[in-house]
């Protein structure tokens, strides 16, 4: 029986793409496929665009009270809310993540859209007093057409992080999901269209980045581009961006160090160092995926960490047991695989794992074992690329400032960690960490009102809590003159 052809949403509508082609999405766990969607191409990109600048400049939307947004965004989480359930399974079941992540990551959105609604309602911008009759003031006002370009691991999450502060602040949006995920996006256009969101003012294309992406960077009617994913694709947008100098939101790759001190908690310091890069399959920017060990406390350190990764569970995602799910996709896991033989080839020492998995069901899915490697040269690739898998790799530290050193010995600097049980210490360390999101003695733990952003080549910009609104919004200032007479400036 064939399976019916998800659409996208442009100006209102569900629509197929105009070349009429489609793509298939697969079960990671399974390798089997699950959906069939169509697939767009620059014309249709370019027809989302249009749509998006005619609802921001002729629709009204932009002029809307914050009141109105704010009551669709609550029907969108409502509604979401309502189908929590089906938005984690189809997740799990598209994206390999075991189901308890999913169904966080189905309230972290719920949230996000209510946190979004409400905080479009509350009193922003400044006055000020100048030198002069004059009352100055600053308001804040939507940026125009939103091109939002989104990553494979967090589908749904990553999504309505876009889409809830840019349709809060009033903007239009184009929304260009991840090809390998788009499932749970389909399914939230759904929620937005039943909700009563205008026509135009979000619309989705499905399709490869080579088109759909390169046209939404690209296009002059776009204003603004938020994108979450690689840090080489970044840079092709931001070229991409500059010839018409757009807006740019860009959280991109890292390379996250964990440091724990021989004074940290060390059974709490070991389960975190596991969570930190073994949660998600690793595929996380965020993922602390370099551990700097102090040197007093390594060998039982390691012992202790290995003897726990190897009995992480590992298996589809729908299973009540599976704490570990497989990679997003062949290729990827292939990537992975590569990067575990590389460090091996280079001289890293692997501590266990490095095997794809295939027994007990799990061959015809990408899985592959939780993979330590002791690495003593920080110029090894291993240390220094994001490899975005299941793969920590261990180094040892012997003074605080070594540790700092090594912690900030890449060109990343998305998040960091700092593990010890003096207070004085974790402070003057993580102030010292070069990264945008930071943690002491806990790892991973985000959060809709705080900032989310890198340093380096970890990005530009921020997303999430009120930096996330702003960052969708123009400053402009107004001066009102109080003394209304001619300005005496020229002679009569």
């Known amino acids: ?45 370019q027809r989302a665009i249009t749509a998006a600048r005619r609802a921001f400049d002729e629709s009204g939307w932009a002029q809307t009270h914050a009141r109105q947004r704010a009551d669709i965004l609550y029907r969108v989480a409502d509604l979401l809310e309502q189908r929590a359930d089906e938005f984690a399974q189809v997740d799990t079941q598209n994206n390999g993540k075991p189901l308890r992540e999913s169904t966080y990551d189905v309230a972290d959105a719920v949230n996000q859209f209510r946190y979004y609604a409400g905080l479009c309602t509350k009193p922003n911008g400044q006055t000020y007093d100048v030198p002069d009759d004059i009352q100055a003031l600053v308001v804040r006002e939507p940026i125009g057409v939103v091109g939002a370009i989104t990553c494979w691991n967090y589908p749904l999450v990553m999504n309505a992080q876009k889409l809830a502060p840019a349709l809060a602040a009033g903007n239009t949006i184009v929304i260009k999901p991840a090809d390998l995920t788009p499932l749970t996006t389909i399914m939230l256009f759904e929620c937005l269209q039943e ?59 890292g390379k996250s160090p964990n440091i724990v001190f021989a004074d940290a908690d060390f059974e709490t310091a070991v389960d975190y160092a596991l969570y930190a890069i073994f949660a998600n ?29 190897q009995k992480i569970v590992v298996g589809n995602g729908m299973g009540e047991e599976t704490e570990m799910g497989p990679l997003i996709s062949e290729s990827h896991m292939n990537r992975v695989l590569s990067y575990i033989q590389l460090g091996i080839d ?133 001066n009102i003159n109080l003394q209304v007479k001619p300005s005496g400036w020229f002679r009569k």
């Open 346 to 478: 280079e001289g890293a020492k692997l501590l266990c794992g490095g095997n794809r998995l295939m027994e007990n069901g799990l061959e015809k899915g990408f899985f592959i074992e939780p993979t330590i490697l002791e690495a003593t040269d920080s110029s090894l690739r291993i240390v220094q690329e994001e490899i975005f898998g299941p793969v920590l790799i261990v180094q040892k530290f012997q003074t605080e400032e070594e540790a700092i050193r090594l912690a900030n010995g890449t060109k990343f600097g998305l998040a960091g960690a700092v593990f010890t049980n003096d207070g004085a210490k974790a402070q003057r360390v993580i102030r010292k960490l070069r990264a945008g999101i930071t943690w002491i003695n806990t790892y991973h733990p985000t959060f809709n009102e705080a900032p989310w952003g890198g340093y380096k080549q970890s990005g530009i910009g921020r997303e999430l809590g009120t930096f996330g609104y702003e960052a969708y919004t123009e400053v402009k200032q107004i």
């Open 281 to 309: 399959q690793g595929e996380v920017c965020s993922a602390g995926s370099r551990l700097i060990l102090e040197e007093a406390i390594y060998d039982r350190f390691l012992d202790r960490l290995v003897e726990r990764a």
């Open 195 to 253: 909700a009563g969101l205008p026509a135009g003012v979000a619309n989705l294309v499905t399709g490869p980045g080579s088109e759909v992406g390169d046209e939404i960077s690209k296009n002059e009617l776009v204003d603004k581009v938020a994108f979450t994913g690689g840090t080489d694709t970044g840079i092709a947008i931001m070229k991409n961006a500059a010839d018409t100098v757009k807006k740019l939101s860009l959280e991109l790759g």
């Open 1 to 45: 029986m064939s399976m019916p052809i998800k659409q996208m949403f442009i100006d209102g509508e569900w629509v197929y793409s105009q070349k009429q082609e489609t793509f298939p999405v697969l079960n990671p766990a399974t390798g089997e496929t699950i959906a069939i969607v169509t697939k767009g191409g620059r014309e249709d990109a």
